[in-house]
């Protein structure tokens, strides 16, 4: 029986509103340290305890008198405006008054603050109201957060946050179990858009687990003065946050004008793994559009940017297994508009409304960029832009296209660039005048994560688990042929082998009656069909030394890798997961910007690659924790394994997409030297034994570089009486 509509309980509806503004303990450590940036403070001092989804933070901002402190948190209160028409030209943070509402209901809130030149220090336990802190009063706060009051001529605010989610126990749990490293970046990535903003303010984040008594440093925002330039300061807000994660004379200064906009900001020489150093800031807000973002990611990745690097390894790959990206930070500073504001309850900007502008003068700005270090020529850059995938939907109007004919008319403004000398390797700060551009807004797309197919490769399909899809064929309409081969692992369970062709290829005749009416002529690829048998039978040796932990591995010695702290985050938590695959290792913490990892063991046939090659083992190791984190690689659950699933029974193609990239080329170079080759003469006999063990393959189709192994080439029709 339906129940009638009522309104949801208050107590209910406080406690799921309250979820969107402190979804998690780093966006509530946002909105507060937002809140001291705000109010001035030129010192913001930040303690995390991770153990009990605590915090405080300490500011030296105008502070809280005793009136507005009985009314803070309350919904919907604040000082940033008053009507609407305030948004247009609001410069805070803050606006809506809902962040320490929605804080206090999930948490418990205490707050202590005093405004300069005034003798008393407040404090408030929500939600009860504010009483004086004096030198006889216990603040109802655990001790470990040091609550103090300040002198006459002093003010500021300490903002203590205990036990997050404490009445969502659920959710709770959930946040608990949230890796580290993932907290970690999200508060960098939070902090370093207030850093870009707001480089001056000396910005400290420690965290701790109070039952074990040790603190360790975030970060420190250190080393940024008055006299350095805009792009100085952010590359050194970038260091302070992430750690040494490139060196500083690989990042370039980029800056364009166009009327009332302005891009400015830096884009790194070199590539790095991590795709998350990425950030596009619009008046202070982060823009977030992924589509836009890996766009220009595109960009970058079409002129094979950062690949020039690779060829200074010892250690070569096959092909590019290894991906890398551009780090960049771009402040977009343009006519603010309030819908902007009103788009993201944390602030960002979704959608701008100057897109059609904002958009095609940062893609000038990033050609420019790949033009002055060499990786398009002064012609390219004036060429139309890449027709690309791009998910996001573009309006056709006569009035949008009219506006982006504009901005192409209109983008000859003078750009100031990184460029490089390439005789005396120094970088020097130049002009450029850009000519007529031909950009066209509605060409921008988002290119596609996985690389294009072939068109026959996609018709080759396999399915591992369901062998019963047969081939499919399409008619046209005039002749009735077969124009289309769709062919499925079951076509090779009935098939007859002729004889080898050309000394490169079998031709083989399946004739499944069951799944199609004639049967057909195949031509197989020798090399690409032995390729792949080998490889296969590498991968299942491979997992089954892993299931049985029977890996052969070799110690190292005096095997020290730099790394910056944002990476030892991501190594020491995928420490066990790495084990699983013979490679031990240890994190030493160094500095504030870098940071040891001591590779101790590699199983052998890693070890033998390495062969001493510290770059290429950092950038393989990288790789796979990089793709962990980015679910493009799947942890391997061994205990699962064990326990339920014998070793005669192991499918271990199932498990494949959990093998790391290094061990991936590895094999696929194993299996491509050791493969007969094209040239190579074999018998009827050899040929049978060939295409025998492929038709026993789980994928018998692309070779162990993906190419095809097969190809349809006619049907055998019955000759009519």
Not at 190 to 217: C, W
Not at 254 to 266: H, P, R, T
Not at 404 to 414: A, G, P, Q, T
Not at 467 to 478: A, K, Q
Request: aromatic fraction near 10%; hydrophobic fraction near 35%.
């Amino acid at each position: 029986m339906s129940r009638k509509i009522e309104k949801l309980d208050s107590y209910v509806l406080k406690r799921l509103k309250s979820q969107i503004y402190a979804s998690s303990l780093a966006s509530a450590v946002r909105e507060i340290v937002q809140n001291s940036v705000d109010a001035h403070a030129a010192n913001i001092n930040v303690m995390i305890d991770f153990s009990d989804l605590s915090f405080a933070v300490y500011d030296d901002g105008t502070g809280v008198s005793r009136s507005d402190l009985n009314i803070l948190a309350s919904q919907n209160y604040t000082s940033k405006m008053c009507k609407m028409t305030d948004l247009a030209a609001i410069k805070t943070y803050g606006y809506r008054g809902d962040a320490l509402y929605s804080i206090s209901n999930v948490s418990k809130l205490f707050i202590c603050s005093k405004i300069k030149d005034y003798n008393s220090t407040w404090m408030r336990k929500f939600p009860s109201k504010s009483v004086m802190l004096s030198e006889n009063t216990e603040p109802p706060v655990d001790p470990f957060w040091k609550v103090h009051s300040w002198s006459q001529r002093e003010s500021g605010t300490i903002v203590v946050v205990e036990e997050m989610l404490h009445n969502l126990p659920v959710r709770r749990s959930i946040l608990k179990e949230e890796p580290l490293f993932k907290t970690f970046n999200t508060l960098k990535t939070d902090m370093l858009q207030i850093l870009v903003m707001h480089p001056m303010v000396s910005l400290n984040v420690r965290y701790t687990e109070k039952l074990r008594g040790q603190t360790e440093v975030l970060f420190r925002s250190r080393n940024i003065t008055e006299g350095l330039t805009k792009h100085q300061k952010m590359s050194q807000a970038l260091r302070n946050v992430f750690g040494a994660i490139i060196p500083p004379d690989m990042l370039k200064k980029v800056s364009l004008k166009f009327n009332d906009y302005q891009i400015e900001g830096i884009i790194s020489k070199i590539p790095v793994r991590l795709k998350d150093l990425q950030f596009i800031y619009i008046n202070g807000r982060r823009y977030d559009d992924n589509a836009f973002q890996e766009y220009i990611d595109s960009l970058f990745r079409m002129q094979d940017f950062g690949n020039n690097n690779l060829n200074l390894l010892r250690t070569k790959s096959v092909g590019k297994p290894y991906r890398s990206h551009p780090l960049f930070i771009l402040d977009v500073q343009c006519p603010q508009t309030v819908d902007d504001l009103l788009q993201d309850p944390a602030k960002n900007v979704i959608k701008p409304s100057h897109i059609r502008t904002i958009e095609p003068l940062i893609v000038k700005t990033v050609r420019s960029f790949l033009m002055f270090q060499g990786y398009l020529s002064p012609d390219q850059l004036n060429e139309s832009l890449e027709t690309v995938n791009h998910s996001q939907t573009v309006a056709t109007s006569t009035s949008r296209q009219s506006q982006v004919s504009k901005c192409d008319r209109v983008l000859n403004s003078k750009m100031k660039v990184a460029r490089v000398n390439l005789y005396q390797e120094r970088s020097a700060v130049g002009k450029f005048k850009i000519s007529k551009s031909t950009i066209n807004y509605e060409r921008i797309k988002k290119i596609r994560l996985d690389s294009q197919k072939s068109s026959l490769q996609s018709k080759l399909s396999s399915d591992h688990y369901d062998v019963g899809i047969g081939i499919t064929r399409d008619y046209d309409n005039t002749e009735n042929s077969l124009t289309n081969f769709s062919i499925s692992r079951s076509v090779l369970a009935d098939y007859e082998v002729i004889n080898q062709v050309d000394n490169k290829f079998v031709l083989i005749r399946c004739s499944d009656q069951s799944v199609y009416y004639t049967p057909i002529l195949i031509l197989v690829d020798q090399h690409a069909c032995d390729e792949r048998i080998r490889l296969e039978d590498l991968l299942h040796n491979l997992l089954t030394d892993v299931l049985t932990e029977t890996f052969i591995t070799q110690d190292l010695t005096n095997c020290f890798i730099e790394i910056d702290r944002t990476e030892a985050d991501l190594f020491k938590y995928y420490q066990r997961e790495f084990k699983k695959w013979g490679i031990i290792y240890e994190t030493i913490n160094g500095t504030l910007e870098a940071s040891l990892l001591q590779i101790k063991t590699l199983p052998e046939i890693l070890a033998s690659k390495y062969n001493g090659d510290k770059s290429y083992l950092k950038m393989v190791l990288l790789q796979h924790a990089n793709d962990l984190k980015d679910f493009k690689k799947l942890p391997m659950n061994l205990p699962y394994l064990k326990g339920n699933i014998p070793i005669d029974k192991f499918y271990w193609w199932k498990y494949s997409s959990c093998v790391p990239t290094v061990f991936h080329e590895i094999l696929n170079s194993k299996a491509c030297r050791s493969a007969i080759m094209f040239g190579d003469e074999l018998s009827r006999q050899e040929c049978v034994i060939l295409i025998g063990k492929l038709s026993k393959c789980h994928n018998p189709f692309q070779c162990a570089h993906g190419r095809p192994s097969m190809v349809p080439i006619a049907e055998l029709k019955q000759k009519e009486c």
